[in-house]
């Protein structure tokens, strides 16, 4: 490749007695990517965060920070931030003691400027002397962003950052989290386990399960040629026939014969009014049930019609 | 980490080794060691004050101590429980209830021994209101005596049992008590069947807090009983004072010891939360 | 849940019996004459407890011996409640654990046997320092309690937080946690000199002759038989002591 990574981990494992967290993780994140780890609920995804953040110390392997070992030194020893799931602000300390608080401890210069700047670009100006008991969650948030950016680190690490947001809220926090770090150019690595999350904001998304990196790849990579069936289901809705996939969105179903593709025959089973879409679910002759993703303003499906199911073959999602 | 944390507990390590650990190691090797002439600690090393412990005597302090803090006891979890039940049943001011009952603990364990000597002694308050009403004629005894004691006792300790009572009866789940009205059963029927055997562990709990505090106690059976009403600590304290014998202080200090821990051990369950 | 009333009743008389005992031995306390009749409102009995030289100076040495005890064992509780909140340490929680379930007559003497066998070896005799001493080792496992309470309200992650952006170990706790508890270490000191100014048993033993504290001097007035004096003292000392506890309450469920 081009550049070196600005964060490598190489073989990182975590065991606990037991069970194995991590198992032989490898990733290497470019300056300036806007990475994510995506993966359920006890995927290990958290827990490679905090190895890369000095809270956990990785069993095996080496994480390695501008090439350098930064394996055995501590959190606040390494030029990482995280932006902890519940934000984790200082109660006690007012907007402006907790954005500057990282600045305070390093004695830096200039530390009001700095804070005054960092807070007008997460659109704080105005709350310094507020405590975190007396704005919004969704302002807590951009405080916790706001005090680990302004440390300037090589990578942020953000957990989970919008799962305690307000769901009306989170498409718009996305939008202004993916401009900051553009305007940055800060290297972030997301942890999430919504996959939309993921796919609107990485460059590159890493999905785990089980404890191991099953997948890393653009989000069309991930989402267009799954590695595996854990990848291909995590990422979107799939029908399952004979061992391969394929997307509702790429499956097509008429009610005429389609020339030039060779075709299932079916019977509608149900229709589903999604407001944007219909979806189709329809039985094959074959056993299976596939569901077919149609536009609302296309021909109309009942229960009992007898369509013809059928897609691109570059749409099939096959796996070694 | 480590370092900061092992600073950190080093010197409450030192004061407890020092000053709690180090002496009761020194009362143990005292317990084994002879009276002097002049009342120190002399060689040669024995056995013979724990023989003591079983003379007949001792043995009647020992008995007089259990049956005052069992008696003790068992008033202060007859007496708390229905105070823990009514706290348990306010809704707005149970912060307040139990400030009240919680409060007067903390003020003066000694002002609050002398109280009752200024209302049961001879021309105390009680005897001088009944004198007055002519109840009486002449002053009744109530003082100096094995029921002054547990008076005292009961007085100074009923905290500690309203409190675990008090702690079991909010964990109850309501849901039982309506299942059991829903059942058929009267509101006594639900009190003795249910509500009681569910509040095991703060009965447990209440008994520990009272008994061994009240085994140990020295100042109430010392004012309230008047010199007649010797208890284990009464004895210990006598052993290391007047009769300066060290020795068989010592052995007494560690029998008590000994009762409390295996107390503490027989009647205290791995599940349930502790102190610390 | 209703409450009926025999219930209600029992809980006043309940109540009553755990306080009218204060009442009235502070009421009596303004009594003109010595004798349990009322004769009359008089504050001479306190005027009398404070012209009292005896009074005066074990009260000052109660307070002495109280403030000096109350600030180690603070600071050395909340130190241990710390560590034992960041990792518990088994033996020495057991052993805190302990010294608060021993007798008071049990520690009393194997202080007073400890400081008798030290004292071969060292010219000391028995004093106010040997008070404070014992004082401190009491009072610690107090502080720890109230202290370690109130750091289980403490998010373990706002120290991870400080770590992350730069704090060292022991700036996190500064900054950050002790910053968080502080209003229980204030409840536990007040706490502790409670338990100090108040404490008789062990004080009696380990004391020397120029170390009498109030305590030993209202035990001393009461073995000879009531005196309105003492009534007055008794008085003062609750009020006073009460109202530390209350403020402690307070700060503690702050």
């Known amino acids: ?320 | 980490m480590n370092r900061l944390r092992a600073w950190f507990l080093a010197p409450s390590w030192t004061v407890t080794i020092v000053l709690f650990l180090a002496p009761l190691l020194i009362v143990l090797a005292y317990s084994l060691l002879t009276r002097g002439v002049y009342g120190g600690i002399t060689q040669p090393w024995t056995i013979e004050s724990y023989q003591r412990l079983g003379d007949f005597l001792y043995l009647a302090i020992l008995w007089r101590s259990f049956w005052i803090a069992g008696a003790s006891t068992i008033l202060c979890l007859v007496l708390g429980f229905p105070l823990a039940l009514f706290i348990s049943r306010s809704d707005k001011r149970k912060n307040l209830y139990l400030s009240l009952v919680i409060l007067p603990f903390w003020t003066s364990f000694l002002v609050r021994t002398y109280a009752w000597m200024f209302l049961l002694r001879d021309t105390g308050l009680i005897n001088t209101i009944l004198q007055r009403l002519g109840i009486i004629h002449d002053p009744l005894p109530l003082l100096y005596n094995d029921g002054a004691v547990i008076l005292g006792l009961v007085y100074s300790f009923l905290p500690f049992s309203v409190l675990p009572l008090y702690a079991t009866l909010e964990r109850l789940d309501r849901n039982l008590l309506e299942a059991a009205a829903d059942l058929g059963a009267k509101p006594w029927a639900t009190l003795t069947r249910v509500v009681l055997p569910l509040c095991a562990p703060g009965i447990r709990a209440g008994s520990i807090l009272v008994f061994i505090p009240c085994l140990g106690a020295y100042l109430t059976p010392d004012l309230l009983g008047g010199g007649k009403t010797v208890m284990i600590g009464n004895l210990i304290q006598n052993q290391f004072t007047t009769a300066r014998d060290w020795p068989f202080g010592s052995a007494v200090s560690l029998a008590l010891m000994t009762l409390v821990m295996v107390l503490l051990l027989g009647l205290s369950r791995r599940d349930e939360e502790g102190l610390l | 849940m209703k409450r009926s009333l025999s219930l209600s009743t029992y809980a006043i008389a309940a109540y009553l019996f755990l306080h009218v005992p204060l009442l009235v031995l502070a009421a009596f306390s303004f009594n003109a004459s010595r004798f349990t009749v009322w004769q009359g409102f008089s504050l001479h009995w306190y005027t009398a407890a404070f012209r009292d030289a005896q009074l005066t100076q074990a009260t000052l040495n109660s307070l002495i011996i109280a403030i000096f005890a109350t600030i180690a064992s603070t600071i050395i509780g909340t130190l241990c409640a710390y560590g034992l909140w960041k990792r518990p340490a088994p033996l020495l929680g057991g052993s805190l654990y302990l010294s608060l379930v021993t007798p008071e007559i049990v520690t009393g003497v194997s202080l007073l046997a400890f400081y008798q066998w030290i004292f071969r070896f060292l010219q000391v005799r028995l004093g106010m320092h040997t008070v404070i001493l014992a004082h401190i080792s009491f009072s610690i496992a107090y502080v720890v309690i109230v202290v370690m309470a109130r750091l289980r309200t403490v998010d373990a992650q706002l120290e991870e937080a400080a770590l992350d952006l730069g704090a060292n170990e022991w700036q996190a706790f500064r900054y950050v946690t002790l910053p968080s508890i502080l209003p229980g270490v204030i409840a536990a000191a007040l706490l502790a000199f409670t338990v100090s100014f108040d404490d008789y048993v062990i004080t009696s033993l380990v004391a020397g002759v120029d170390s009498e504290t109030l305590p030993m001097v209202i035990y001393a007035i009461a073995r000879r038989g009531v005196n309105p004096v003492l009534n007055a003292i008794s008085a003062m000392i609750v009020v006073g002591l009460g109202f530390l506890i209350l403020i402690s309450e307070r700060l503690r469920t702050t």
């Not at chain 1, 229709?271 to 596939?290: D, I, M, P, Y």
């Not at chain 1, 009942?302 to 096959?318: K, N, R, S, Y």
Request: aromatic content about 6%; charged content about 25%.
């Open chain 1, 1 to 320: 490749m081009d550049a070196s990574p600005v964060l490598e981990l190489r073989s990182i494992s975590k065991h606990y007695p037991g069970h194995r967290a991590v198992n032989d993780v490898s990733l290497k994140i470019q300056r300036g990517e806007f990475f994510s780890l995506l993966g359920p609920s006890g995927c290990g995804k958290t827990t490679t965060l905090r190895m890369v953040a000095g809270f956990e110390e990785p069993s095996t392997g080496e994480i390695r920070l501008n090439g350098g070992n930064i394996h055995h030194l501590k959190p606040y020893e390494r030029n990482v931030s995280t932006v902890f799931q519940n934000y984790a602000l200082f109660p006690h300390l007012t907007v402006q003691q907790n954005v500057e608080f990282g600045l305070r401890r390093r004695s830096e210069n200039d530390i009001a400027r700095r804070v005054r700047e960092v807070l007008e670009l997460v659109q704080l100006a105005g709350k310094e002397s507020r405590l975190p008991s007396a704005i919004s969650g969704g302002e807590r948030q951009r405080v916790a962003l706001a005090r680990s950016l302004v440390l300037a680190p090589e990578v942020l690490l953000l957990d989970e950052p919008l799962s305690a947001l307000d769901p009306n809220l989170r498409k718009q926090v996305r939008a202004e989290l993916k401009d900051i770090q553009r305007r940055v150019g800060i290297t972030f690595l997301f942890v999430t386990h919504d996959q939309e999350e993921a796919l609107s904001m990485s460059d590159r998304l890493g999905v785990m399960s089980g404890g191991e990196l099953q997948q890393v790849g653009t989000p069309q990579d991930v989402y267009l040629r799954p590695r595996t069936r854990f990848v291909a289901s995590f990422l979107g809705a799939v029908n399952w026939i004979n061992g391969s996939g394929v997307r509702p969105e790429a499956t097509r179903i008429s009610k005429q014969s389609p020339t030039g593709f060779v075709s299932r025959t079916a019977t509608v089973v149900q229709t589903t009014f999604l407001g944007n879409c219909v979806h189709v679910e329809a039985r094959c002759q074959t056993g299976e049930t596939v569901v077919a993703e149609v536009s609302r303003l296309g021909e109309p499906f009942a229960p009992g019609d007898p369509v013809h199911v059928w897609w691109q073959p570059a749409d099939e999602l096959t796996f070694e």
